[in-house]
């Protein structure tokens, strides 16, 4: 699955923390994507109910590893025109979580698309951004796998409006990568619930880029803490399908 994944790099521009660690083994363990889920269906009361308690036990005790540790694990997405999406393990004490950064380059800093911890932020992610970057096949990340790659940056994502086949495709990766008994009934409630944030509308700026309505996204202009209109815009260009 994993291709001859290449680590991640030393260090990523603008972003404090590390050393980073490289271990895409972990795509293959059901328990980590229960953890890393987890934020994103405990939202929802049937989704919970759907994973099962035993196994959120034995995933939370996994995901307390991965954030307590001297070494924080970080996930790789290539996207089109030399643009890397990153998933780290923010292993802070008493700060742990889940960052998703995007950069290229030639940036200065990576941009923090969201963050997956107690005081969410986000989304980062519309369903078009979403799977074109789960889909892009490109080399040189932690995976190429369409499902892996999806799973991973779910938490990232919220869209009021998904397309027709959205359950099934979010099945089909919960089937390939999971040990979830109702694949089909935890996409929908997922998709339904949508984690933290919620199903958020996205619309085009006058600028000619994506931004959304999310109370809690840098990607929402209304935000006090939104990016600026340029940033934006090149996060917009960068994410593009």
Known sequence: ???????????????????????????????????????????????????GDTDEQAA??????????????????????????????????????????????????AERLAQDEGH??????????????????????????????????????GDDNVPDGAVERLAAALRARTRIEAPERLAAALLGDQGPCGPTRWATAEGGYPINDGGHSFRNPTNSYAWSTSRLARVGSALTP
Not at 9 to 27: T, V
């Open 1 to 51: 699955m994993t291709n001859s994944p290449q680590p991640p790099p030393a260090r990523i521009p603008g972003y404090d923390g590390g050393p980073f660690h490289h271990q895409p083994d972990l795509l293959d363990e059901h328990l980590f994507w229960v953890g890393h889920l987890h934020h994103y269906y405990s939202e929802s009361e049937e989704a919970a109910d759907l994973v």
């Open 60 to 109: 939370g005790d996994l995901q307390s590893q991965l954030l307590a540790g001297n070494t924080w694990p970080v996930f790789t997405v290539p996207l089109q025109g030399d643009h890397c999406l990153y998933v780290v393990y923010r292993a802070f004490d008493e700060d742990e979580g889940i960052d998703y950064l995007l950069h290229h380059p030639d940036w200065d800093a």
């Open 120 to 157: 969410f932020t986000g989304p980062g992610l519309s369903w078009a951004e979403l799977t074109a970057a789960a889909d892009n096949g490109l080399h040189g990340g932690s995976t190429t796998d369409p499902h892996a790659r999806l799973l991973l940056l779910l938490p990232a994502f």
